[in-house]
């Protein structure tokens, strides 16, 4: 299986902060890879796929890029209904695999 | 509006047997797979599997082949997930996911369903 990894694990931010999370690969997913947001007692949300398609109603604050096996998501001014753990999916290779989240928290 | 929406919290004992459900609704239900992922938390999201509805499909990632049955009642637009023989091992949240028409990331999600076995 593709393993996927995420970091930073945990980020301290403030509202209006850009921030940047970043998912990588154990190998290349070319730029089939999703973006979920998930806050406490929620389920998953989709925010963005094949790398930087935003899902409809998704806030243009949300963008996301790469390719291969480096990829990003960027929120650019941080708002209080984006603290929430966020995940990357890769859906290049059977089986779909997911990265271990990281948690944006207020700082 | 589409929606997903599950079976409540339950609490069973190692060795019992359970059937979760996902019950579909505002789209054609035969029309796109059903997943289920498990999540412990801290451990992160894994796709255990997913079926279609359509001609009751399923596919199961080879590490919980054997270990869950999924199936679907197309007469009430709804998805299973069934244990014969519960661990410990198997408490988690399990959520059932929509999968995007012709794609393999997930669309919509229910709210998930809060498995503990424990004796």
Known sequence: DIQMTQSPSTLSAS?????????????????????????????PKLLIYETSTLEGGVPSRFSGTGS???????????????FATYYCQQYHTYVWTFGPGTKVEIK | ??????????????????KISCQASGYSFTSQWIAWVRHIPGKGLEWMGAIHPGD???????S????????????????????????????????????????????????????????
Not at chain 2, 69 to 89: E, F, G, H, K, P
């Open chain 2, 64 to 119: 919980f082949q054997g270990q869950v049955t999924m199936s679907v009642d197309r007469s009430i637009n709804t998805a299973y997930l069934q244990w014969r023989s519960l661990r410990a091992s198997d408490t988690a949240i399990y959520y059932c996911a929509r999968q995007f028409s012709g794609h393999y990331f997930f669309d919509y999600w229910g709210l998930g369903i809060l498995v503990t076995v424990s004796s």
């Open chain 2, 56 to 62: 009751s499909d399923p596919r199961y990632n080879p």
């Open chain 1, 68 to 82: 291969g096996t480096e990829f990003t998501l960027t929120i650019t001014s941080l708002q209080p209904d984006d």
């Open chain 1, 15 to 43: 509202v209006g902060d850009r921030v940047t999370i970043t998912c990588r690969a154990s190998q290349s997913i070319s730029r089939w890879l999703a973006w979920y947001q998930q806050r406490p007692g929620k389920a």
């Open chain 2, 1 to 18: 509006e589409v929606q997903l929406v599950q079976s409540g919290a339950e609490v069973k004992k190692p060795g019992e047997s359970l």
